[in-house]
């Protein structure tokens, strides 16, 4: 192979040793000018005319923004001086990997420890402004994937593969002629080949949702989570297709509901919520999908409102959230962040003596208890039935009295007044008592009267026992109790998780070997790469995450994926090697008494603002009580009232 090259401009370059190979070509040093590298075609993929020409316009094209952003070709190579492009020499990018390498929290634990939620904040603003530069200069990507986008330990992102990009070169349309299935947008899903689809940013944009998402919720697809309909889960490429954006708050109808164990999209604000429901749903394919500008001024503005959690420092989260997303998500066995500042014991509360905070929380007197009134002894006076209303005791009592004269008279005197008595009682009993209609109507109105007082009354008590009942404040404290216990007991938790570490050291060794067996790396007979993007949907990314249980619960994972994803697993297994001299490191005893004085401090604040919260608490139920009180006296003398009034009648 030659050796030498020659530019655009006649310049000899001379190539150095290989530093990568792909499917098209490979990569090499130069070794004059250690800023940039060659990309050399193969002979099977030799650049025809159009490929040539659009090579010699993003040379002659590119500038500062493009080559600070993009991998963006500067010079092409030619065996000759002005023959055939060859090739071409671009900027160099090192140290930097995939982005999935960083959006994925098993490889982030490995390759970034260090990358608390703001650094991938960071990284995707950073990639927004690389698709910004790209459609800046009327270009599109294409073929957005994990694979093309670059990130490194600073969070710049740089773009590669420039060379298969759409290019628009003063009006010429270079198409891009490949694209992965699970990052193709919805409208493009299911239709011609990507060599004769023109595209736009619009189409870019959904690939950049996309990335950004899986930068900020854990690696997860949009488009994956528990299927609510038969039709949804069995091909990643499909649901896409059919807009079940997962997250979206009609995800019922569409027929999907977020992953179990996955980041709610609640721990991002409004604003930044409702871009991706553009992007993921209708009106994004119709060109409503946020621009990579309009990112990059959203993502910019949430990173100006960011906090720390008070106990976890590796814990960075928006404001708007009342508490800590990742110490929620670790109350329910999920790690998303570890904290790497193993062996230095976080600092706990100066002088903190337990026994003295405890003291100033037992001074806390219980808030006065309100006490509910018993409706049936308040005495009220009922109001007077209306004129010409009788109580219907009296009209029954009426009733009695002539039907007894009536019998009296029939068994003392028969013959004709017998049937004028008895025909007279009958018609007496088939038109019943006078008044009886508006008697009833008074009835239904004092009635429903007391239905609305009752329901008023049970309106207040249920509040006065939810809100200021002695029961709030008591389980508050019995809460206290259990951390001042907890705390006590820390120093023999640390020494038998200490000691269990020999007893457990295989099977730790074991799991941190197959944590290093990554799926998106592994050949599985029938696990494509929206398999995998499945996978990674439900926290399922190297072998330590595989069970039969976890994998066949993923939709579209029959009993046969299923069993290929569990033999992978096993075949790991079978490689792994235990070492009894390292059972048991320092760093390890380390990683405990960090765990442990981790959660001492936590303990120490929590009790140091507890005697300051129960008396929080006590003066806002006392505040509580005196407006309900009136309320409560209020409503139970309105129901006692409408009850006698009721009674009356």
């Known amino acids: 192979m030659t050796k030498t090259f020659v ?35 193969n002979t099977h993929h030799t650049p025809d005319a159009l490929k040539q020409a659009k090579l010699r316009f993003m040379a002659t094209t590119a500038d500062k923004e ?160 528990v299927p609510l309909r038969a039709d949804a889960g069995e091909a990643l490429e499909k649901d896409i297709q059919a807009f079940r954006y997962a997250y979206a708050s009609d995800g ?38 946020p621009t990579a500008q309009q990112w990059v001024a959203a ?41 790497v500042r193993v062996g230095v014991a976080p600092t706990g509360i100066n002088g903190f003596v337990v026994a003295r905070i405890w003291a100033a929380i037992e001074a806390v007197p219980a808030p006065p208890a309100i006490t509910i009134p018993n409706v049936a002894t308040i005495a009220v006076t009922p109001r007077p039935l209306p004129p010409g209303i009788k109580k219907e005791g009296n009209i029954t009592f009426l009733r009695i009295v002539i039907v007894g004269i009536a019998l009296w008279l029939l068994t003392v005197i028969l013959g004709a007044w017998f049937f004028i008595l008895g025909g007279a009682w009958l018609a007496w009993a088939s038109v019943g008592d006078i008044g009886g209609t508006e ?52 120093p023999e938790r640390e020494r038998t998780e200490i000691a269990n570490l020999h007893a457990t050291a295989e099977a730790r060794q074991k799991h941190q070997f197959l944590e290093r067996h990554f799926i998106d790396a592994a050949n599985i007979s029938g696990v494509g790469p929206t398999k995998k993007a499945a996978l990674r949907s439900f926290g399922i990314e190297t072998a330590a995450d595989v069970t039969w249980n976890k994998v066949i619960a993923v939709k579209g994972f029959g009993e046969v994926l299923t069993r290929a994803v ?19 490191t320092e760093a390890a005893k380390n990683a405990v008494r960090a765990q442990i004085a981790t959660r001492k401090r936590t303990l120490e604040i929590t009790l140091n603002a507890g005697a300051a919260e129960l008396q929080r608490l006590r003066q806002d139920m006392i505040s509580r009580a005196n407006t309900l009180t009136p309320l409560l006296q209020a409503t139970s003398q309105k129901l006692a009232r409408t009850q006698a009034d009721l009674n009356v009648i």
């Open 299 to 339: 993502l910019d503005g949430l990173r100006g409102q960011l906090q720390r959690c008070a106990t976890t420092p590796m814990h960075i989260y928006p404001g708007h959230l009342g508490r800590c997303p990742w110490c929620e998500l670790e109350d329910h066995g999920v790690i998303y962040f570890l904290d």
């Open 66 to 225: 493009l080559l600070s952003y993009a991998a963006w070709p500067q010079e092409t190579l030619h065996k000759t001086r002005n023959g055939p492009v060859v090739g071409f020499l671009m900027p160099k990018v090192s140290g930097r990997a995939p982005i999935h390498m960083l959006y994925s929290p098993a490889h982030r634990r490995q390759d970034y420890p260090q990358a608390a939620w703001d650094f991938l904040l960071f990284a995707a603003r950073n990639t927004a402004a690389a698709f910004a530069a790209i459609h800046n200069h009327g270009h599109v990507l294409g073929d957005v994937n994990q694979g093309n986008v670059l990130a490194g330990a600073d969070s710049k992102v740089v773009l590669i593969d420039t060379d298969s990009f759409q290019i628009n070169a003063n009006g010429t349309v270079h198409l891009c002629k490949v694209g992965v299935a699970h990052f193709t947008p919805p409208e493009l899903q299911g239709g011609a080949g990507f060599d004769r689809i023109s595209r736009n940013g619009n189409n870019d944009n959904f690939g950049l949702a996309l990335l950004i998402f899986h930068l900020l919720f854990g690696g997860r697809h949009p488009y994956s989570g």
């Open 439 to 490: 008697r009833k109507a008074e009835r239904a109105k004092r009635q429903a009267a007391r239905d609305v007082a009752q329901q008023d009354y049970d309106k207040i008590v249920a509040r006065v026992r939810q809100e200021i009942s002695p029961e709030v404040f008591s389980k508050k404290k019995q809460e206290l109790v259990r951390l001042r216990d907890e705390y006590q007991h820390l």
């Open 252 to 289: 019922q109808k569409r027929g999907f509901k977020p992953p179990p164990k996955s980041i709610p999209i609640t721990i991002v604000p409004d604003q930044i919520r409702a871009m991706f429901t553009a992007a993921f749903t209708e009106n994004g394919s119709k060109g409503g999908r």
């Open 7 to 41: 530019t655009s401009a006649g310049a000899a370059i001379q190539i150095g040793r290989e530093l990568g190979k792909g499917g098209e070509g490979a990569v090499y040093e130069v070794p004059a000018n250690h800023h940039v590298v060659a990309k050399l075609y």
């Open 566 to 584: 569990v033999d992978w697993r096993k075949a790991c297994e079978r490689r792994f090697v235990f070492n009894p001299n390292i059972a048991v």
